[in-house]
């Protein structure tokens, strides 16, 4: 009832503030109105129309060009600097000046034919707003007091509550002015006042004529509300150190069976703290060493567990809880000590031992069981909880990452071999191929016979070659198509690499002749196979981002064996190499490179000077042309897998 009524006569005051300012507006108006009604028998100005516009310009300036021009008396206020945009036809110069007056809070006086414009200032605005009520209500029934107290002096408070409870309350002057805050419903006024002194930082003293005085707290000086040695979860301390650097309030409230405890400490002692605490809230504790050190905290409403583990962190103490006792002390004391199994859902216990950070290593035995894939702990409960933490927080599943590689090569050459050798040898056979190119070889026989064929009827005898001559004549065009595709897969887990090596091999022979002996010296030939490899070698390591984009570290070499192949000698060969990092989207496939290789040679053997002379040159000269292209190109395709 008492809100209500405060309420509405609230709202009473200000619409009675606004009323008032309303209606001394209005009559402001009339007043400068009725004035240039007046005057304007003396000013004809003021009758004159206006035809006039003004963009962006000041007041004052426009207020000038208006004096100006209809011959006005006009002192005006520098300050009038407002900006303004008008346009004004056919209307009175009295008219727009009262305007003006509205619409830009103007005022006006008058002195004789001199019209003074300047900024209004309204008398009621310097006025001392009105009184504030206090909600202080006395039920005399009950005999309760309520009161609801926001920012109050401690003065107006007691004045109050002397007035409407009839109980005698008195201030000290050091807290006249000291502003209070509360709320407190239905209690006795000794109750009340008790509350209100220990929330707000003084105290309450009752003479023999029940008379309530309200004191500061001195230095060093500690408030009990109540004492109860069963603990009482309404008890309130507040303390103040002799140096006045360090203070502590607490307050514990019950809520659903929980007590939640309200902690506001300056650099106070953890010790006295964590006493006040259970001693307050009736929590059976033990210390088994002297708490050293000093902490700072605001908090409101948590539990003594949490509370209790925020206040210890830091420091080298740990607490322990046994059939509801705590036991708090040194983390190696023994008792202290706590074991918990740490069991991993998708890592391996392996690979996160390694990166646990060292500090938080400290103290605690880590005993890893490869077969359960868990972690044990022992040591201290908050370090241990800490590491849980950790370790559950990098316990994710990791992707693993299919990567498709298709390797293309393709492979075009040409060869064209022409030419006519002549020469002595011990035994030549005639024989060789017609078709598919010409090489063919011809004996002395072969060559006779067709001497003489083409001696015949003729008047010159060629004659007969040598029995071990030969001659030999070549054509030869050879074309090679290649395509070569091969297409290895891997898989790996994100950050590790992932290896392939395919290849092939083979053997060539090496002869090594050695002499035995001197006088009946002996050859031995000795043949050694010696084996040449050609491989393809593929090293990939992938990492995921959390866009589903795949860096790919990629190192690939690979080698192969050439078609053409000399007798005895070593297999030629080829080999490309690539070493990139790239980066693509998950399932999509991208070009890592392509190498162009492109030989050409013309090589030639004859008589020297004959074998450089056209047309004679095919007689005594052989040439050989190799026109070839090789294509290496490589895909990559990776694949997340979850």
């Not at 003065?155 to 000290?172: C, E, P």
């Not at 209070?180 to 239905?186: D, E, F, L, N, S």
């Not at 509370?307 to 830091?314: D, P």
Request: hydrophobic residues 35%.
């Amino acid at each position: 009832m008492i809100k209500r009524f405060v309420a509405v006569l609230t709202i009473l005051t200000v619409s009675l503030f606004c009323s008032e300012g309303l209606f001394a507006q209005s009559t402001r108006l009339q007043t400068i109105q009725q004035r240039l009604t007046d005057l304007s028998p003396n000013v004809p100005g003021l009758n004159q129309t206006v035809e006039t516009s003004i963009s962006n310009g000041t007041l004052k300036e426009f207020l000038r060009g208006l004096a100006s021009t209809h011959s006005l008396n006009l002192n005006i206020d520098p300050s009038l600097n407002q900006r303004i945009t008008s346009y004004f036809s056919d209307e009175k110069v009295m008219t727009v000046l009262l305007y003006l007056a509205k619409e830009y809070n103007l005022d006006f006086t008058f002195t004789g034919s001199i019209i003074s414009i300047f900024p209004y200032k309204d008398p009621l605005a310097n006025q001392p707003p009105p009184p504030k009520e206090l909600l202080v209500n006395f039920n005399t029934l009950t005999q309760a007091l309520t009161m609801d107290l926001r920012e109050d002096t401690l003065l107006s408070v007691a004045k109050k509550i002397t007035q409407v409870s009839g109980k005698n309350v008195i201030v000290q002057p050091e807290i006249y002015n000291k502003k209070v805050t509360g709320y407190i419903q239905g209690l006795p006024v000794e109750n009340a006042l008790e509350k209100l002194a220990i929330t707000n930082g003084f105290k309450l003293n009752k003479t023999n004529d029940d008379v309530y005085i309200l004191e500061p707290l001195k230095q060093n000086e500690e408030i009990v509300a109540k004492t109860n040695p069963i603990g009482n979860p309404n008890f309130s301390v507040r303390t103040v150190n002799n140096s006045g650097n360090s203070s502590s309030s607490i307050n514990i409230l019950q809520n659903a069976g929980k007590q939640l405890i309200s902690l506001n400490v300056i650099n106070s002692p953890i010790k006295d703290i964590i006493k006040q605490i259970a001693e307050q809230a009736g929590i059976n504790y033990f210390v088994y060493s002297e708490l050293q050190g000093n902490t700072t905290a605001h908090v409101q409403h948590m539990e003594f567990d949490r509370l209790l583990t925020f206040v210890l962190q830091g420091t080298k103490y740990t607490y322990n809880v046994s059939n509801g006792i705590y036991m708090i002390g040194d983390r190696q004391n023994e008792g202290l000590r706590a074991h918990q199994l740490i069991q991993l859902k998708y890592r391996s216990v392996d690979s996160l031992l390694a990166v646990i950070p060292q500090e938080l290593k400290q103290g605690v035995d880590i005993k890893e069981f490869k077969e359960l894939n868990s972690f044990l702990l022992s040591g201290s409960q908050p370090q241990i909880k800490e590491i849980e933490a950790f370790v559950k927080a990098l316990d994710r599943t990791v992707p693993m990452v299919l990567i498709e590689v298709i390797l293309m090569d393709v492979r075009k050459s040409k060869t064209i071999e022409t030419g006519i050798k002549m020469g002595v040898a011990d035994s030549i056979k005639t024989g060789g191929t017609l078709l598919g190119g010409l090489d063919f070889t011809m004996g002395s026989a072969s060559v006779n016979r067709f001497i003489q064929q083409i001696g015949l009827n003729n008047i010159f005898n060629i004659g007969r070659v040598s029995p071990n001559f030969y001659i030999s004549l070549k054509a030869l065009e050879g074309n090679s198509n290649i395509n070569l595709r091969q297409t290895p897969k891997l898989s790996t887990l994100n950050g590790h690499n992932a290896k392939l090596s395919i290849g092939s091999t083979r053997y060539y022979v090496q002869k090594t002749q050695n002499t035995v002996g001197s006088l009946n010296p002996n050859t031995i030939v000795t043949e050694q196979y010696i084996p040449i490899e050609a491989n393809m070698s593929i090293g990939i390591k992938p990492f995921v981002s959390g866009d589903e984009q795949v860096t790919l570290n990629i190192d690939i070499d690979i080698s192969d064996f050439l078609t053409s192949e000399s007798e005895n000698a070593p297999p030629p060969s080829a080999s490309s190499k690539f070493e990139s990092i790239i980066r693509v989207r998950n399932d999509e496939m991208v070009v890592l490179g392509g190498i162009e290789r492109t030989e050409k040679s013309d090589e030639g053997s004859g008589i020297p000077f004959l074998s450089r002379i056209p047309v004679l040159k095919w007689l005594f000269s052989s040439r050989t042309r190799v026109n070839s292209k090789t294509v290496s190109v490589v895909f990559i395709k990776p694949t997340i897998i979850y």
